[in-house]
């Protein structure tokens, strides 16, 4: 079982940035690949990027590229999401998710968190 907490969210205006953080709880979270999705109002929950166990593979979107990195502590079971130049079209509630193995692009993740709301105003 793990439980994950997104933190980070808030307003910020076009161009700057913010740092999104997940800390989950358990022990074998150095075990888990890690996504982060977002999903905006009316529409559906979209990928945004994925790091695997050992931060060996990292994974974008093509609408965040070269913008966004993640990244992972180990040993403080936390997994970030710096986010630069920021636009209004990013937007959405961002969800971390944790799944065992392989790291993947889909949403096919076995825990998620309750999201943190990022708003960028143009």
């Known amino acids: 079982q793990v439980q994950l907490v997104e933190s980070g969210g808030g307003l910020v205006q076009a161009g700057g940035s913010l740092r999104l953080s997940c800390a989950a709880s358990g022990r074998t979270f150095s075990s888990y690949a890690m996504g982060w999705f977002r999903q905006a109002p009316g529409k559906e929950r979209e990928f945004v990027a994925a790091?695997?166990?050992?931060?060996?593979?990292?994974y974008y979107a093509d609408s965040v590229k070269g913008r966004f990195t993640i990244s992972r502590d180990n040993a403080k079971n936390t997994v970030y999401l710096q986010m630069n130049s920021l636009k209004p079209e990013d937007t959405a509630v961002y969800y971390c998710?944790?799944?065992?193995?392989?790291?993947?692009?889909?949403?096919?993740?076995?825990?998620w968190g309750q999201g943190t709301q990022v708003t960028v105003s143009s």
């Open positions: 790091i695997s166990w050992r931060a060996f593979r990292t």
């Open positions: 998710a944790a799944r065992l193995t392989v790291v993947v692009t889909t949403d096919d993740y076995r825990y």
